[in-house]
């Protein structure tokens, strides 16, 4: 049995040393470039029985004819393609799918004029050089790249400047105008007392002190001790008062004509890089006691901080052009008594806020007014004692009025410029600059608390401020009056040379508080 296994074996051990390798025609010596999307047709000289493709995500092939094979390019890199005919002969060729960067570079400037753009391939992706006149045509080129499938490499930048400073005035001009009118009468007697507590003006008596007989007594058995004394006192809204002891008589009169007018202007100014969010505070934070529970008895209170001052953010982008689109949020608050609470013991103020938030589009340069609000409110209040109260002229003593008439006018206005950094040298003009302290006749004698003689600058600092126009400002500051804001910086201004003679740049006006 086992010499017949041998016998069956021979042959086919025999025949498999007789098969030779498949011989290859062209290996690797041919290289196929394809636009990517694109497809050739690779001619084969003999039969195709059997094709391959080593990377199939880059290249696909289809076998049109037994000659004629279809190589479509689906992503750009490098593959193989090997063809297989019936004796076993094999055709192997490169294929390098590329971007058609010409037409890339044609289609992109015909979808963005004004652009100068070059495309590179670089690996397997293209590389976007060149410059962009505005931020709405980057990203309109990007879009157009995500849509055609290929990997890039954004290597543009926008022209011009891409740093934002943006100056932010808020100001607000309130006025009131309080007339107001209340009486308050008590007569005291043997056996009756009497009074009118119709109330101020304001709400409320205008009179504290509670009127009644003395502890343990009553009005028929004792007479009401007169009001005033050495241990009494009057409430604050009391304008005037007047007592007849002969009499018992006792008038508390609130008669008050009071007007009000309050300014704010809030000047914050920030510079921030294109594209990017920046913040800026002056003021403070404030304690709110929070109430967090109750654990055995007793109340836990944590403590949260709320800001308040004057708070701008804004994010600009620059579109080109000296175009800018910005996203600002100026807000000015203060704390108040109005509206004040406590909780546990703790006095938390309350917050007058003026805030807005849009986004805007402009020039460098220009102000654009981004909120504005006119207010105008008029109220009249009249308490008065039925019948008594509108008697001719007696009356005025059971009757109360209040006339209030208000006007708010609150406006905020953006402006945004394209700036550079200062490539001056030596010291700028900053607030305080020229400050100089009084000695002892000054500050004791005259009462001043800034010395009258500017303090002395270097020569070179002192023609630079000459020369930006900065010599003849008075002000507490080295750079602004209190009516006209900073001026633009240039780069291009540089001081000149040290060698120029000294100048003061301030005039005695300057040292005035």
């Known amino acids: 049995m086992g010499v017949f296994c041998l016998v069956m074996l021979a042959p086919e051990w025999a025949s498999g040393q007789g098969v030779k390798e498949p011989s290859v025609i062209n290996s690797g010596k041919e290289t196929i470039r394809i636009f990517l999307g694109?497809?050739?047709v690779i001619k084969s000289p003999w039969g195709v029985v059997r094709v391959s493709v080593t990377a199939p995500k880059i290249a696909d092939v289809t076998v049109?004819?037994?000659?004629?094979?279809?190589?479509?390019g689906k992503a750009i890199g490098t593959t193989d393609v090997i063809l297989w005919s019936q004796k076993e002969e094999m055709w192997q060729a490169r294929v390098d799918v590329v971007a058609d960067v010409v037409q890339l570079r044609s289609d992109l400037n015909a979808v963005?004029?004004?652009?100068?753009?070059?495309?590179?391939?670089?690996?397997?992706?293209?590389?976007?050089?060149?410059?962009?006149?505005?931020?709405?045509?980057?990203?309109?080129?990007?879009?157009?790249?995500?849509?055609?499938?290929?990997?890039?490499?954004?290597?543009t930048r926008l022209a011009g400047v891409q740093q934002v400073q943006i100056q932010v005035r808020v100001a607000e001009a309130s006025r009131q105008a309080i007339r107001a009118l209340g009486i308050n009468a008590f007569q005291t007697g043997h056996d009756i007392f009497s009074g009118s507590t119709v109330g101020s003006a304001g709400g409320g008596p205008i009179n504290p002190i509670s009127i009644g007989p003395p502890a343990g007594t009553s009005a028929a058995s004792a007479r009401i001790p007169f009001l005033f004394s050495a241990d009494v006192s009057v409430a604050p809204s009391v304008t005037l008062f007047a007592g007849f002891p002969?009499?018992?008589?006792?008038?508390?009169?609130?008669a008050l004509a009071e007007n009000q007018y309050l300014r704010i202007l809030a000047e914050p100014t920030l510079v921030a890089l294109s594209g990017e969010e920046a913040s800026f505070l002056a003021g403070g934070e404030f304690p709110i006691p929070v109430v967090q529970g109750t654990t055995a008895g007793a109340?836990?209170?944590?403590?949260?901080?709320?800001?308040?001052?004057?708070?701008?953010s804004f994010r600009p982008v620059v579109l080109g052009d000296g175009a800018i689109r910005l996203y600002v949020a100026p807000e000015v608050s203060e704390l108040s008594d109005v509206g004040a609470v406590e909780i546990s013991g703790f006095r938390v103020p309350a917050v007058v806020t003026r805030k807005a938030a849009t986004t805007l589009e402009m020039k460098s340069g220009q102000t654009f007014g981004m909120a504005g609000l006119i207010s105008r409110?008029?109220?009249a209040r009249a308490s008065r004692v039925p019948g008594l109260g509108d008697l001719p002229v007696l009356g005025a003593l059971f009757r109360s009025v209040r006339y209030t008439n208000s006007e708010t006018e609150l406006v905020v206005m953006v402006t945004a410029s394209l700036v550079e950094p200062m490539t001056v040298a030596g010291q700028l003009p900053l607030p305080g600059l020229l400050h100089s302290p009084p000695d002892d006749w000054e500050l004791y004698a005259e009462g001043r608390i800034e010395g009258k003689a500017p303090a002395r600058i270097s020569p070179t600092d002192a023609a630079w401020l000459k020369q930006m126009g900065l010599d003849q400002l008075k002000g507490p500051g080295a750079w602004a009056t209190y009516e006209v804001g900073p001026a633009r910086s240039r780069s291009s201004v540089r001081p000149p040379q040290a060698t120029q003679p000294s100048a003061?740049?301030?005039?005695?006006?300057?040292?005035?508080?």
Not at 64 to 72: D, E, G, K, W, Y
Not at 504 to 513: D, F, I, L, R
């Open 377 to 379: 409110s008029t109220s």
């Open 64 to 72: 049109l004819t037994p000659n004629q094979v279809l190589v479509l």
């Open 299 to 312: 109340t836990s209170i944590t403590i949260e901080y709320r800001q308040f001052g004057v708070r701008l």
């Open 112 to 155: 963005l004029p004004g652009c100068k753009l070059e495309v590179v391939q670089s690996g397997e992706a293209v590389a976007i050089l060149g410059t962009v006149p505005r931020a709405e045509q980057a990203a309109e080129m990007r879009r157009l790249l995500d849509t055609s499938g290929i990997k890039y490499v954004d290597l």
């Open 246 to 254: 002969e009499w018992g008589l006792e008038f508390f009169l609130q």
């Open 38 to 40: 694109r497809s050739t």
């Open 504 to 513: 003061q740049p301030a005039a005695e006006g300057n040292s005035q508080p």
